[in-house]
């Protein structure tokens, strides 16, 4: 019995694809959808060369200005510019204002794929001295919001949106065409079951978007290594299963639909509903549910450019009390020898009150920026309600454009301005000025990719596979039914 | 006849139980909306104003210090939510929402919705907006997919044909039918939402906007409707005429906004932010046109008030020459600004001018552009609002660094304080909504195209000719 299911399959997959070849718009529709999906990676491809060369020339901006500002150690003191130079490269408070290191996110192999939230993040930020919270929340990029609004069109848009509409549209008619145009009988007669039937045409279906989609992420793999010099990774990887499972899942939608046994137009009815419903109206109620869930405010960490001022700078009272706590939380500096009397005293209360601040703040950010995350982790975790955002959401996780990536990045900055300040701090504080050793230990920014292969991602995987299963089997014994 | 059609196409409505369901679903989904959009703008109005009067607070209550560092604390310009904002909240969802204003520079708007949301944001924003514009088409379709070819199916068509009745008026009737069913449900809505605005917000609510918005989208609603009896009565297969009607409604509403705003922007792309800080800096350092550095035109300056007041230094003339050379940096500063940032809107307005003509394809484009423009959520309301907020920072820049001038001796920047109750002369920043008409005119092709479908959908109806299409 099994050997002749086998057959029987066999035969109707090869008859498939002779019907499918038959029917020419067919051929006209995939290559429709093929081109749409390069046009997608040709969208992923412009914007993530706009980030890259924007990194390029950010960067060698801010290092080539660096390295002006450290040739004054060099400077003939004697001449009136070189005396500048000098100061401006030793002096604490012109030094203060001269040093900027450049950071930058540079975009993941997968962001070609996806572009997420990356157009409202910015990836590239200057560090100074002073406090970071107000030069972080000074710094953004700038926004298209018609483009936002519209959403991108890239290889996630392709997947997510147009691969379920290909699927409709080849198979939400393969058993009610059948029955309407009254051919069932003629095939049923050579012994093939509805099962069989739809097994075969929802497995030539997916043969044929399994290759279109291999297809566009080679050429995308073929792009980065080419253009981006990058080489695939993990998350490409699982970009490429996580685009399998999801076209697999709404194979079984339609299959499911198909093995109602209803109308051609009742098939499409459901169809339409059924991607509306799963692209449209269940991700926009999510996020509303999640946004009442998780409420988010951003009025009080909008003030933290504001830049701190005021006579208790120049009060040495106030000033020697803040030193001492300040040497308290860093006993480091705890001996710090400057002269009330000097310039020098009240900008090293000044750093030190921003460094406090930035203490303080820390903790605010870093709830506000939780309370974002919370939300991402809902919706990535949604997969059996809300597949299509969370699969989207998982796309934008691996792509690293998603806030996760964006927070990681702030803190990533964060600790590079901590070194800095460790480095400017003892000379500060130790009322000396700025050394060209202390130049030279300067931190490098190098951007650590931190989105990697979760739980949430693997669990969300499994229970989309098993999603799908689970409406195959049932959709199964329905057909038996009719 | 017409009447009778019509109630005869609203008893087969009644007595379909699927069609009671969807009526149901689509109560429920735009309740959700409007409460969900309600709570939001009510959170928004509330933490916003807030935090506008905590930024004024904080202003008033700093300490008597040198005009130039008072105006270094600087303000905050936080972006208030619109009654009709309950309605549409159009761009104000992916722009930011505050600045923080201070001299010498013009900061970015940060803290959009967009960068707090999460990924689930691209699908949509449910509003009221989002229902009339993406979901109600959809429900048309779900009532009109059937509703000639359905008839000819059973043989009813060919029965009101042999009674006379002309096939244009058919589908006039099933047209107004289905229209008269959508505007009873879209006129309570909208009268709702806009009840519920007006509470909420205090009695701010521009009746002529909300009327001019109930006829654009009834117009929509009129167009879909068109589409939708077209295809039925066109395409002769039940399954083909619903097929190829959400084929329609997704091209039209979810591939062709996206296309045009993609192509839009490789057409006319939008610099970084970093291009734009470096052309800022080159220009106020190297001039405007590139030729007047920033050293010799303080030296012309300097030179120039030295003949005008016939002094021999700058310690001698009779005001501060800190305050007043202060100030023509910023004057500069914000000749570099405008001629930058009027790059970036000039972009941004070229990339709407773009979708709006691929609105000839997309009726939704058509009807987003236009319901976000009359509810103060367009583009040329986000520009107006970084132009007003910008000229506020300047002026209250101006007045501050004029205190300088004409108060200040020369070369006393540590001793120097502003009286009491120089803060309060600065009055608090008020950002004035623009007038209907002031909106429309960045909308006027919208207008046409709208005018556009709807007409020529009306010709394709009364030229349908029944032998032509069931021969």
Redesign the interface.
Known sequence: MKNSNTVYSKISLKTQFWLFKKHSINSVILFAFLAVGMYGLYQGFVFKSKQIETIENFKTEKERDLAVLIRGFDADTTTAKGKEDYENVTGLLSSNRNITLPVFKTPSSTSLFCIGQADVFPYYYTVKVESFFMQLFKQGEIANPLRSLAGHFDTSFWIIYLLPLLIIILCFNSLSNELDNGNWRLINSQGISKKEWLKSKFLLVGLIIELMVVFIVVIGLIVNYCCFNQNPTINDFLFFVGANLYFVFWLSVVYCINSMGKTTSTNALYCGIMWTMTCIVIPTLSTALIEKIIPVDNTAISRMSRRPQGSKFDDPTYGIKLIKQFGKIYPEYKNANINPETNAFSFAVYLGYHRLLDDANTVKVKKYFENIEQRQELINSSCVVNPTAAIDGIFTSLASNDALANHSFVWQTKTLHDSLNAIYYPALFFDRTVTKKDYDAFPVFKYKNTASISITILVCYALMGLLSAFIFAMSNRMLRRI | MISNLIQNEWLQWRRNSQVRWLTLFLIL?SL??LV?QL??QS?LLD??L??QE??RK?WLS??L?HPH?AA???N?A?KKPTSLQCLDP??T??????V?M?PHRQ??????K?????????????SPA?ICQ??LP?FI??FT??SVNGEFEKGTLQLLLAQGVSFRKVLFSKMLATFILFASFLIPYFLLTAILSYILFDGDLNLGSLLYLLVIYSIYCIIWCLLGVLVSAHIK???T???FL??IW?FTN??M??????L???IY????????K?GIKESIDNGLDGHDPKSDRALKIEKDLLVKYKVDSVQQLPFNFEGFIMQQSEDYSSKAYDLHFKK?FST?EN??KV?TWMGIASPFIVIRNLSMSTCNAG?ES?IDFQTQSENYRRSFVQNMNNDMKDNSAYNTFDTYRVKKGKYNAISDLHIENKSLIWLLQSVIIENIWLLVWSISLFILMFRSRINLIYS
Not at chain 2, 107 to 112: A, E, H, Q, T, V
Not at chain 2, 269 to 276: A, S, V
């Open positions: 989904i959700i909306a969900h709570s939001y959170h933490t916003r807030k935090a905590d930024s904080e700093q300490e210090k560092m270094h604390f600087g905050y936080y159009g761009l969802i992916y722009t930011g929402t505050s923080y201070e900061n970015d708007f940060l803290f959009s967009s960068q707090e949301s999460d990924t689930g944001l691209r699908f949509g924003w449910l989002l993406l979901i959809l379709i779900l997919f059937n297969k039940i399954g005429s619903i097929a959400l084929l997704m979810i591939i906004p996206r296309m045009s705003a993609n839009a922007e490789n792309p939008l610099i970084t932010n970093y291009e734009l470096k970036i941004l990339q709407k979708q583009l986000e």
